[in-house]
DNA sequence: CTGAAAGCGCTTACAG
DNA sequence: CTGAAAGCGCTTACAG
């Protein structure tokens, strides 16, 4: 009598144990037609007594489909990342798959893995979370893996990027309004904490920031770089307020955390919210409503979904080759108490 | 003239390119010993050249190490799951290794997942977020793929289990500070707003609770079950402050998340924080500093850092593979002005 | 120090 | 409708 091994059975087990070839198994495990009715009954039933899962190495070695899909973000974090994660995750659990998740900081170490994703056969399709800009002036190969960008679009001129889809939200909309409504409050003089000039969404931010103030006569506008975290910001907005004897009347953050951030130093400072000074934010997370931060809603669990979905379209063909899917979200201002 | 394939160069394109056999690209990928320099070098510079990358699948099928470190947990989500899995990424990019991440709220599910990370040979090893508790009827194999246990402890009657380290937070301390500090206030009437009894930090802390309270005279506990997230916590809290006329001075929630949800109910309700009644949370999750919220602190990234060396330890066969490490961390109690 | 060969678990034309 | 066979990209004893 010796120790049952707990090594998972093979596809070769299973196709004795039903009394057939792997080949069948195979098909039946990929519902596959032309197998007998009989005969897939007696398969499917082995295998789910034994809990048989295809090994994702013999299918991948073999180009197949692993149900892997890569997911590539600079960074994990709670707020941004966590909550499309968690979007382009209900989707892909859908489907039976599993996420693949590489963060990467670097710039060159992002283009790396995404070189890796793209053409190394290890995922079935990427998705990428808020690409630095640079990735577009890689050019894209035919025959690489299917990828989507989130919160990012290449620009016209990048080489083979004409044929990958991307979800991107309007930040100009979304900035007019929140100009807008900063202005019709009564602000005049504001200060955009600028987020990181490598991704799509900060330089799109700040440009409309500058468009929109020139809008309105009687109304200033400065971006403030270097305000990238809520960290980042606490020193910068502390410093910029010590050193300007005028201060701005509202802060425009790239995100709620920026946002957040600046609120601890005006609280430290005990300057009234927003009585002397308001300040917004951008992204809603889930935090922000509890904060009462004026904000502009990204739906971020939508954009994993629909990111996912955008992917799953492209790989099961329901999507030209050579053609990409494009899509906007809109960004609805939420307006609480700090504005 | 013929479009270049993007299809990744293999072992032995890269071995033609250095004039050697793959036999011996693989020996210098690896960083095996016995290799001539000068060839090493040589192969080392092609590798470098053509930015190759082994494939995990080729690895996997001969059940080598692939990088892949398996990290299941019940669902992300931005705070807990999130900073975890930000301080595994941590510890696992640092050795060029990737995040299999996958999440299964069904109980059955994620022991379902479990298996076939334990045994399927897809992982590595693995790390369980939060697993649910009857994960322990389930016996651990010879064989089976190391795992390590993120806020949760197996009991010692399972079967198996012992070879399987664990990362747990002193939860019985922290509520006997917890509990001391709301007493030493002056609160008397407290209320716990327990977590699920299906994981060990809902069991433990609910336990805690009842023990700490026990322990002071004409202090007394009331445990409310079903507020396990801020949406829950808001009609189970308002439901309770509605049916009872003598009101609780203290609600000690199982989490950050429980404890906002209350306090906007209390807020709404025009109730005075901490003065009527006061509200403490668990976690710390990086919003609970903002909003002033008095917690545990419970070090979700260390924790994340901990268990991928702790993983990593028991994979480099740096710990004895007959037993397991368990380590226990500290929560400081963190006051703020809820309480 | 290096190479030739077997084999990991699959999928997929090809035969029958 | 089913099976036999090749081969995906690696690692690892084994020979030399």
């Known amino acids: 009598m010796r120790t049952i ?3 998972p059975l093979n596809i070769i087990e299973i196709a004795k144990l039903a009394g057939v070839t792997k080949s069948t198994v195979s098909r039946v495990v990929q519902k596959q037609s032309g197998v007998a009715p009989e005969t897939r009954a007696r398969v499917e039933h082995v295998i789910r007594v034994h809990h048989y899962r295809p090994s994702v190495f013999g299918r991948g070695l073999k180009g197949a489909r692993t149900g892997l899909i890569g997911v590539l973000g600079r960074w994990m974090e709670s707020g941004f990342t966590a909550e499309i994660i968690r979007g382009i995750d209900d ?3 859908k489907r039976g798959g599993h996420l693949w998740c590489t963060f990467a900081p670097g710039i060159d170490e992002y283009i790396d893995f995404w070189r890796s994703f793209a053409g190394g056969g290890q995922v079935d399709g990427a998705i990428l979370i808020a690409p630095p800009l640079d990735l577009y002036r890689q050019a894209v190969q035919h ?4 990828t989507v960008l989130c919160a990012s679009k290449p620009p016209s001129s990048a080489k083979g990027w004409n044929t990958t889809g991307s979800l991107t939200v ?4 979304a900035m007019r309004n929140l100009v807008g409504h900063l202005v019709a409050k009564g602000y005049r003089r504001l200060v955009h904490l600028a987020g990181p000039p490598d991704i799509l969404d900060g330089q799109e931010r700040s440009k409309a920031f500058m468009e929109s103030v020139s809008k309105h006569p009687h109304v200033t506008g400065t971006v403030l770089q270097g305000a990238w975290t809520a960290v980042l910001a606490k020193s910068v907005v502390h410093e910029y307020l010590h050193a300007h004897r005028q201060h701005p009347d509202a802060f425009v953050a790239f995100n709620d955390a920026v946002a957040l951030g ?3 130093v005006l609280k430290s400072m005990r ?3 927003p009585e002397e000074i308001c300040v917004t934010g951008w992204d809603d997370i889930p935090f922000s409503a509890f904060a009462g931060l004026s904000t502009v809603h990204l739906p971020m669990v939508e954009m994993g979904w629909e990111a996912a979905r955008m992917l799953f379209r492209k790989l099961d063909g329901k999507t030209r080759p050579d053609e990409a899917e494009h899509l906007t979200l809109d960004m609805p201002i939420q307006i609480r108490q700090t504005t």
């Open 143 to 146: 025959g690489d893996k299917p």
């Open 271 to 273: 300057i009234g919210i």
């Open 170 to 173: 309007d930040n100009q909309t």
């Open 262 to 264: 600046t609120i601890e």
């Open 5 to 7: 091994a707990s090594k």
């Open 91 to 93: 989707e892909v659990k």
